[in-house]
């Protein structure tokens, strides 16, 4: 989109390009309303130890506040008593700044971000599985022209609309789409085939599916002896996975499984997607790894118009993920605990490399641990709002709460923020320049059209000053030798605040990386709308497409994965006997801190609700619109009824963009994935009754 600037305001314009062609979606149109909204901060807030209540302060104060609880915190407890919590939506350069910040200005292994919750699953099937993570390894475009597409856990006519455009563009073409999806979306109901399991039961419904393709002959064995290992392991596994198996398992008919593999197993081009309904489990890399398996099988990632992909789910899902806000790594997504990656990075920033921190801890074991014995007892936020959108939301509310300082930097005073020591305001995205990648890796430019309004400042400025203060605050002045650099200054140089400036150091610390920025340029991304990584010369092309010839292994071949089917973390009981589920609406964004101020969009979507099929709710005695109460072992919600035939009947779902009574993540599980640190959101045991 482009933005247009006048006297009346700031207005939202659309901008034929090759991924939505010009294509919004409601938020889109209407995101310029919150540039001048009334909630928005615009000056500090520190909240006053007498009152308990924020109050307005300058950012002199505020700043000395936190490098003074900071210290205080680091001084009684270490380094690593202070953590730092990211986000999805940050530009490239400010998720580079975050992670490099918390690596040596703070001096903490503690760091991740609420992109844990977002694709974390898909990230570690794809780099055991192709030696790389991104989201989608071939152009967007590769979907309009598919013969079969498979979309697994995915709602993007809600999530994601433009790319629906290429979903009708790839139906009017003679394709066919698959939707694997407990509940009739609003993708679903375009689908020409709608497979509608019980949740948690994807991983179960794929391996079906390999087992039908392998009985019927439809596996490519030249592409799996040629171009992957480990497949025989998947071969005798599935073996056990006969469709009458999985459909008493799933629910799915047996004949629905049967025509989903002959059009995965027959067609041209195919393409198989996953989203965050196959991630969000405390499975969530296994299952994704399934639908790999299926996609290696059948000979598709790498051949052109086919492969294995998998749809983000925040603004930059993508680019957040790969330059070091994540607890294990490092920019240009190399591991933390790699010798040759830390020696690369540090020398890059300009430090010893065993001055690096190691690895820290997953996001949600990272929240859980505040403020207990042993764990953080300061935490920095930039970005996320894990009041709403961490599971068990309460005890993680809980842990926020028992912290000697929470420092919250935002543009609205969000949930999390109101419970801050201090809040620190921070420019929207029409006002600071940056990148972001999108799923494609395709490096993209945002440009400010306007400065913050007064009082506010962009990440890297608060970042940079933050930086500066400590190293002053690292000196003893009896020591100081006043003819040296001040330590200030050499710090406020380290982190400089110019976007530009940080994105050229981040192309020197991803170069030779597996997501190598070292030949993007702001003045290349220009000229190409957008530039794909790998890209590791200024000169030359860049990647488009993966896999065309080799995988990133050191073999160069994809690896099969051999996975089963195991039950949910919690299963239901005469307690608890109903599923529940979570996921988003149309006009309603992530935590909501945003959209939930949006009159249009408040007026779409005004509060939470939960849907229940009209059997269940006839039994529960329950009516369209009736305030109902959903309880799990960890809390519970109360929201209005919402009566749809198009969800099972033995199956509940809320979206969980809302705060308060209506917090559908007060109920969430928090079991994670033992490899991804992914929390099982998709999937709990709960009982509901009208309240």
């Known amino acids: 989109m482009t933005l247009r600037a006048d006297d009346a305001g700031v207005t939202v314009h659309p901008r034929e390009f090759p991924t939505n062609r010009g294509g919004l979606c409601q938020k889109g149109w209407t995101a310029a309303e919150l540039l001048d909204h009334p909630d928005r901060l615009t000056t500090p807030l520190v909240r006053d130890a007498a009152t308990g209540e924020l109050h307005p302060a300058s950012w002199d104060t505020a700043l000395d506040r936190v490098v003074a609880g900071i210290r205080a915190v680091q001084d009684d407890a270490g380094r690593d008593a202070v953590a730092v919590f990211g986000g999805g939506g940050l530009t490239n350069e400010k998720a580079y700044a975050l992670g490099k910040f918390a690596r040596i200005g703070l001096r903490t ?3 991740d971000y609420n992109g844990r919750f977002c694709m974390s699953s898909a990230a570690a099937a794809g780099m055991r599985a192709f030696g790389i993570d991104r989201g989608l390894p071939f152009p967007l475009a590769d979907l309009g022209r598919a013969d079969t597409l498979l979309l697994v856990g995915a709602n993007p006519a809600e999530t994601m609309p433009p790319l629906v455009r290429w979903l009708t563009e790839q139906r009017r073409d003679g394709g066919k789409l698959i ?13 020409d085939l709608h497979l509608q399991p019980l949740p948690g039961t994807d991983l179960a419904v ?26 025989d392991a998947v071969r005798r596994g599935v073996a056990a996975w006969w469709p009458a198996r999985a459909e008493q398992l799933s629910g799915v008919p047996v004949a629905d499984l049967e025509a989903t593999a002959r059009a995965l197993g027959t067609g041209g081009r195919v393409i198989i997607l996953t989203a965050r309904g196959a991630e969000q489990h405390a499975k969530g890399v296994d299952t994704v790894t399934a639908y790999v398996n299926l996609a290696l099988a059948l000979g598709l990632p790498g051949r052109d118009g086919s492969g294995y992909g998998c749809l983000t789910g925040q603004g930059n899902g993508q680019g957040g993920r790969e330059h070091g806000q994540k607890a294990d790594q490092l920019p240009g997504y190399r591991r933390i605990d790699d010798p040759a990656a830390r020696e690369h990075v540090a020398g890059v920033w300009g430090v010893p490399a065993d001055e690096l921190p190691g690895p820290g801890v997953p996001a949600y074991q990272l929240l859980d641990s505040l403020g207990t014995p042993g764990g953080p007892r300061a ?3 930039f970005g996320s709002n894990p009041v709403v959108s961490a599971p068990r939301a309460a005890r993680i509310e809980g842990r926020l709460r028992n912290l000697d300082l929470l420092v919250v930097a935002d543009l609205l005073l969000s949930e999390t923020a109101a419970l801050a020591d201090v809040v620190l305001p921070t420019a929207q ?27 506010v400042r962009t990440d890297l400025a608060i970042i940079s000053d933050l930086a500066a203060r400590l190293a002053e605050a690292d000196v003893d002045p009896a020591d100081a030798n006043p003819a040296s650099v001040r330590p200030a200054a050499v710090a406020a140089a380290r982190f400089p605040a110019d976007p530009a400036v940080v994105f050229a150091e981040l192309r020197r610390a991803s170069a030779g990386g597996a997501a190598d920025y070292a030949g993007i340029s702001w003045d290349r991304i220009d000229a190409d709308d957008g530039v794909y990584w790998p890209c590791p010369t200024e000169d030359g092309p860049d990647t488009p497409r993966l896999f065309a010839d080799r995988f990133a292994t050191p073999d160069g071949r994809a690896r099969f994965h051999p996975v089963d089917h195991r039950p949910a973390a919690e299963e239901v009981c005469v307690t608890y ?7 988003r609406v149309l006009a309603q964004y992530q935590s909501g801190t945003q959209t939930r101020r949006v009159a249009a969009l408040r007026r779409a979507a005004p509060e939470a609700f939960v849907e229940l099929h009209p059997d269940l709710a006839t039994r529960l005695g329950i009516d369209d ?3 109902v109460r959903v309880t799990s072992r960890r809390g519970e919600f109360r929201a209005p009824a919402r009566l749809s035939a198009g969800i099972r009947p033995d199956t509940v779902f809320a979206p969980f963009h ?20 992914m929390p099982e959101f998709k999937i709990c045991a709960v009982r509901v009754e009208k309240a």
């Open 658 to 677: 809302y705060a308060g009574a209506g917090r559908a993540n007060s109920v969430t599980n928090d079991a994670v994935d033992p490899i991804s640190g």
């Open 577 to 583: 006997p109903l599923h529940f589920t979570t996921g």
């Open 379 to 381: 935490l920095l936020v």
């Open 429 to 455: 995205w029409a006002e600071e320049d940056g990148t972001m990648t999108n799923l494609e890796g395709r490096v993209l430019r945002r440009r400010a059209l306007r400065p913050p309004p007064p009082g």
């Open 625 to 627: 619109g009736d305030p």
């Open 109 to 111: 292994r503690n760091i």
């Open 179 to 191: 939707v694997i999806d407990p509940r009739v979306t609003a993708t679903a109901r375009q689908a």
């Open 206 to 231: 794929a391996n079906a599916l390999l087992h039908i393709a392998l009985t019927e002959g439809w596996v490519d064995r030249a592409y799996v002896a040629d171009r992957t290992t480990g497949f």
